[in-house]
């Protein structure tokens, strides 16, 4: 759930070239995400075979699992490559066919491939994005579960500063510390959008990986950061009551789950089949697999996936 916007796409697809092959040795214990399946669909090849990469953060990884079970209940020949890395790397494996099938988030794909756009709005990013996508690439229907950047505080903060809005950080943004992913140190939707939209430059800032967000909740708890950039389907924004600040100047926009594909590798049977994923795929649903997956339960994505295409009437 993140987007680009400083460089030239071509220049950081160019990188992530380069950072594919560093992830080789430095991803999921020092497998390479691109050379190996981590799921076993009968092994074919040919054109009605197709793999479904994901990003590095354990929500995409369900849903990788979710689109391949999905394919596979309808005769297409589906493997995963999870934990790919960051959207620089995945698409550019879409490119290059290492990958024919990724969970996306609508707002930041179009911010990474427009990074002139403003559209913050959920059906109109939705419009803009087929014209933005990179020849050979697709996108299909989106569901309305969204996954979002979202600006929190613990209740101690909120009541000491009086704080229930972005906006209301402005006074004493210089006094906090906020944590984040990297990117949102660059990202518009980060702290230059913070600074134009809302005129908070915070005191300091503390960057974690996308796939950290425990580390920079911790930090969170701990006080040893004030504001803290999480993701909206996070349990732990409930255990934890955290206030999520409102946004009224529309700094995030819209994130609505869709599948990005190589086009001319998926049929029509394969279409419909994440479609149809789409048309039932709940916000609700993405925080009660992420719960359990990361929560006390600790289920394997593989067996939430699973777990939800059935209750969805999708598999057996």
Not at 106 to 133: C, E, R
Not at 167 to 190: H, I, K, M, N, W
Not at 244 to 266: C, H, R, S, Y
């Amino acid at each position: 759930m993140n987007k680009i916007s400083m460089p030239t796409r071509r220049a950081i697809l160019g990188a992530a070239a380069g950072l594919s092959v560093a992830l080789a040795v430095t991803a999921c214990g020092g497998g390479d995400p691109l050379g190996t399946s981590s799921s076993a669909a009968a092994g074919g090849s040919g054109s009605g075979s197709v793999v479904v990469g994901s990003a590095n953060f354990p929500e995409n990884a369900i849903l990788a699992e979710i689109y391949a079970g999905a394919l596979n209940a309808a005769g297409v020949n589906a493997t995963t490559k999870l934990n790919i890395g960051a959207r620089e790397v995945y698409l550019k494996a879409l490119e290059d066919g290492s990958i024919d099938v990724v969970p996306e988030y609508t707002g930041n794909l179009l911010g990474y491939l427009d990074a002139s756009n403003t559209i913050v709005d959920g059906p109109g990013i939705v419009a803009a994005l087929p014209a933005k996508m990179p020849t050979g690439l697709s996108v299909l229907d989106a569901a309305t579960a969204e996954d979002k950047d979202a600006i929190v505080v613990t209740p101690e903060i909120a009541a000491k500063y009086k704080l229930t809005s972005i906006a209301d950080l402005a006074p004493v943004c210089g006094e906090l510390t906020l944590a984040a992913p990297s990117e949102f140190q660059t990202r518009p939707y980060g702290l230059p959008g913070l600074k134009k939209l809302y005129n908070c430059v915070p005191k300091d800032f503390k960057a974690f990986s996308a796939s950290s967000e425990a580390l920079n909740l911790k930090a969170l708890l701990n006080n040893e950061v004030q504001v803290a950039d999480i993701f909206t389907t996070s349990p732990e924004i409930t255990a934890n009551k955290l206030v999520v600040l409102e946004d009224p100047k529309g700094l995030i926009g819209a994130q609505q789950v869709l599948p990005i594909i190589k086009t001319d590798k998926l049929n029509e049977a394969g279409t419909t089949a994440l479609n149809n994923v789409s048309k039932q795929l709940t916000t609700d649903d993405l925080i009660a697999l992420r719960t359990q997956v990361e929560g006390d339960q600790k289920m394997d994505p593989k067996a939430a996936a699973a777990a939800w295409l059935k209750d969805k009437g999708i598999t057996k």
